[in-house]
């Protein structure tokens, strides 16, 4: 059973920081990975793109968190990090992990974390 489990989140003051990690697993199965990505969804509003990381190349980010949120992967370790700064009353929202994973011997599927909330104020 492939699982996305996201931490990091919490209060945080407008300005502040935080950084979210995602770790991928398999009950300890091998998988591989595609791309992974953050999305977030606010209370009243739909599901908005944070980040997108393929495999390789560029990451994209959403129009709203260019310039103040990074991204990162790494591979190996099968995990994704976000960081935020100058985080904004309007970033709070509940935060996901996604990614398409393949585990062994399986298929390509989409999969996502559970959640974990991020709420900005003073």
């Known amino acids: 059973q492939v699982q996305l489990v996201e931490s990091g989140g919490g209060l945080v003051q407008p300005g502040g920081s935080l950084r979210l990690t995602c770790v991928v697993s398999?009950?300890?199965?091998?998988?591989?990975?595609?791309?992974m990505a953050w999305y977030r969804r606010a209370p009243g509003r739909g599901r908005e793109l944070v980040a997108r990381m393929p495999h390789s190349g560029a990451t994209v980010y959403g129009e709203s968190v260019e310039g103040r949120f990074t991204a990162s992967r790494d591979n190996a370790k099968s995990t994704t990090v976000l960081t935020m700064n100058d985080l904004k009353p309007e970033d709070t929202a509940v935060y996901y992990c996604?990614?398409?994973?393949?585990?062994?011997?399986?298929?390509?599927?989409?999969?996502w974390g559970q959640g974990t909330q991020v709420t900005v104020s003073s």
């Open positions: 996604n990614a398409d994973v393949r585990p062994i011997g399986g298929q390509w599927a989409n999969y």
């Open positions: 398999d009950n300890g199965n091998d998988f591989s990975i595609n791309n």
